[in-house]
């Protein structure tokens, strides 16, 4: 396992190099920026470590490592563990990078920001765990050439998602629960569960697809 995670992230070095860069681009956008745009600067932060994925599954298949993979004296299952463990490591990259930015934002002063960076890191967490959710599977079937249509169609289906749990709490608010904080929505901590819940399904599926999976 601890081999598989290796390479993994090996062959994502280059990718999350990029994606550090851009993230120190964004830090700095954050610093200058209004209110309004650190929740989404943060959650780019965070979304741009799993953007550049597709890139590195088709560095894997264009090496012919994929298909070196189905022939290693391991469990097949073990490989999917790895790379889902791989894509919450990107994940958890993405939040430790932008933690300079919250950081750089109190020390400036701007402690009123921060249900803005709430909703910054809740939003951004929910986009990336979802997307990944929802592409993985269907690039086991179709192969990474078609890895950047996937994540396009993936974070648009994300987003659909996370709007339509948003109306599902909002409609349990107003007819169930007395939010006693006004202008405070419960969507952002659902929409996080409701991805990882999807997360471990896309695994199992990822899972029997792989198990199936000739040479």
């Known amino acids: 396992m601890r081999g598989l ?6 062959s994502m070095e280059s990718n999350i190099k990029m994606s550090v860069g851009i993230s120190l681009v964004l830090m700095a956008v954050a610093w200058l920026a209004r209110e309004r745009v650190v929740s989404m600067v943060l959650a780019m932060q965070i979304f741009v470590f799993i953007a550049n994925m597709g890139t590195s599954l088709q560095v894997d298949e264009n090496s012919r490592w994929a298909k070196f993979e189905l022939t ?17 490591f990107l994940i958890l990259l993405g939040i430790l990078v932008s933690i300079p930015t ?20 809740e939003f951004g967490i929910s986009l990336a765990v979802i997307t990944i959710a929802l592409i993985y599977p269907p ?77």
């Open 139 to 215: 690039l086991l079937k179709l192969g990474a050439e078609k890895s950047e249509l996937l994540l396009c169609l993936g974070a648009v289906g994300a987003i659909v998602l996370m709007g339509v749990v948003s109306i599902a709490v909002f409609i349990m608010e107003t007819f169930m629960i007395k939010n006693p904080e006004p202008g405070y929505s419960l969507a952002g901590v659902p929409t996080v569960v409701f991805g990882f819940g999807l997360l471990a399904l896309s695994f199992l599926v990822s899972r029997k697809i792989y198990e199936k999976k000739e040479f």
């Open 102 to 121: 919250c950081a750089g934002l109190v020390l400036m002063g701007r402690e009123s920001y921060l249900s803005q960076i709430m909703y910054g890191y």
């Open 5 to 10: 995670l290796r390479n993994n992230i090996y």
């Open 72 to 88: 290693l004296p391991v469990r097949r299952s073990a490989i999917i563990e790895a790379k889902y463990l791989s894509f919450l």
